[in-house]
């Protein structure tokens, strides 16, 4: 069993910056990809970020070169630094890991709200 506890959400106006963190209740190198999802409102759940075991790193388009997506070096906790914060990224941020042959797991989601 993955517990994830997301961090980091709040209120900060476009061009500013935020961190969210996931803290893993296993260590990072059990799982095969951990990722960062967003619900906007009205809209589908949307991949932001991935890491994967070997390191790779995937981004959606609407956030390469403003987010970045890493593990810290004690093996138990997933960031996410967001820059240059658009209103468009507005929504609940879920912290995602999963691991081959059990189901994915979900944090509980951190809002992020970015005024104009």
């Known amino acids: 069993q993955v517990q994830l506890v997301e961090s980091g959400g709040g209120l900060v106006q476009a061009g500013g910056s935020l961190r969210l963190s996931c803290v893993v209740s296993?260590?990072?190198?059990?799982?095969?990809?951990m990722a960062w999802y967003r619900q906007a409102p009205g809209k589908e759940l949307e991949q932001v970020a991935a890491i994967h075991t070997d390191g790779r790193t995937d981004y959606a388009d609407s956030v390469k070169g403003r987010f970045t997506i890493s593990t810290d070096n004690t093996g138990d906790i997933m960031s996410l630094q967001m820059n240059s914060l658009k209103p468009e990224d507005t929504g609940v941020y879920y912290c995602?890991?999963?691991?081959?042959?059990?189901?994915?797991?979900w944090g509980q989601g951190t809002q992020v709200t970015v005024s104009p």
């Open positions: 995602y890991a999963y691991v081959t042959h059990f189901s994915p797991y």
């Open positions: 296993v260590s990072i190198s059990r799982i095969d990809r």
